[in-house]
Nanobody
Framework: QVHVMESGGGLVQAGGSLRLSCAAS????????MGWYRQAPGKQRELAAV??????NYAESVKGRFTISRDNAKNTVYLQMNSLKPEDTAVYYC???????????????????WGQGTQVTVSS
């Protein structure tokens, strides 16, 4: 069982900054990819940023403004969001992909887990 918990959302004025955090917890986690997706009202969920070990990838709309980083020791990923715009308003979801390794059974089990989301609202 992998639990994913986001924090750090809120209300901010355009041009402001927010920092999102996401922590994954569970037994014998081996995490490959951690990412942030967002879903605005009436729109489909889209990728904002993802980090796979040291490699990062960003949506064009957030490049130069958002920075994703990761603390492997804490199984935590961060999203620093600067120069926020009203169009960044959305629910931000954390996604964690990897596998667990059971010592008892020597079984590897893949997981692809999502958090409940955190609301980010940018006022104009």
């Amino acid at each position: 069982q992998v639990h994913v918990m986001e924090s750090g959302g809120g209300l901010v004025q355009a041009g402001g900054s927010l920092r999102l955090s996401c922590a994954a917890s569970g037994s014998a986690l081996n995490i490959n990819t951690m990412g942030w997706y967002r879903q605005a009202p009436g729109k489909q969920r889209e990728l904002a940023a993802v980090i796979n070990r040291g490699a990062t990838n960003y949506a064009e709309s957030v490049k130069g403004r958002f920075t994703i980083s990761r603390d492997n020791a804490k199984n935590t990923v961060y999203l620093q969001m600067n120069s926020l715009k009203p169009e960044d308003t959305a629910v931000y979801y954390c996604n964690v992909v990897g596998f667990t390794h059971s010592i008892a059974t020597a079984r590897l089990t893949d997981f692809d887990s999502w958090g409940q989301g955190t609301q980010v609202t940018v006022s104009s």
